[in-house]
């Protein structure tokens, strides 16, 4: 009597009425749902340091792509894996790559960055966590660090709409195909934790090959 009710949820569960949201804002970077090896990318909106309006996908779709999510330049953690790409930048760039990191950011934040060399690295800004809700990346920082965050030289944090909740993307690194598909994804709840920039260039290395 029981296997029919079973079968039931199961087949729900699995109807699109109960996909996987990934746009929903995780309780902790434990939980987010990030997208997978093998899955498109948003059709997402972006802005460039001038705060020109730029797509995601027609960006990709010039060239293969290695993808950087980071916090923002206010970030220690952030500025020294955006460093630690330096050196390597023309490894990806030989291989017809390009290089582009987004962040919660502001255009006028992006402006403000400073670097001690050329990077060839995109910055973008995601003011509205449209694609870091999109690509599974987005989660509420704690109240208790919030506070600590926002009496940290004053910086402005992003929040969604009616709420005053800051939100934050986990640190992630996709390598993609014109196509718009993940080759290669790394995401760590651990912000401390950054991919190698090595393996980024083997994983983007391979991408090509195959």
């Known amino acids: ?44 909106t972006l802005k460039t340091a001038q705060g020109e309006a730029v797509n995601l996908r027609e960006l990709v779709a010039s060239k293969p792509t290695v993808l950087l999510f980071y916090r923002g330049g206010w970030c220690p953690y952030c500025n020294a894996q955006l460093a630690g790409f330096q050196p390597v930048e023309k ?28 990077y060839q690295v995109k910055l973008l800004s995601d003011p509205n966590l449209e694609a870091i809700r999109a690509f599974g990346l987005a989660f509420y920082l704690p109240d208790e660090i919030a506070a600590k965050y926002r009496d940290w030289k004053g910086n402005t944090f992003p929040t969604l709409p009616g709420s005053d909740r800051i939100v934050l993307p986990v640190p992630a690194a996709y390598v993609l195909d014109k196509d718009g598909l993940i080759q ?27």
């Open 1 to 44: 009597m029981l296997i029919r009710p079973l079968a039931l949820i199961l087949l729900l569960l699995a109807s699109p009425l109960y996909a996987l949201d990934r746009s929903q804002v995780a309780d902790s970077p434990e939980n987010v749902t990030p997208l997978l090896n093998g899955q498109q990318i948003p059709d997402v």
């Open 91 to 118: 490894q990806f760039t030989a291989l017809g790559y390009q290089l582009l990191a987004v962040s919660p950011d502001s255009p006028e934040r992006l402006n403000e960055q400073k670097f001690d060399t050329d």
């Open 184 to 210: 290669f994804q790394y995401v760590n709840p651990n912000y401390k934790v950054r991919v190698d920039p090595q393996l980024m260039y083997h994983a983007a290395k391979l991408a090509i090959k195959s």
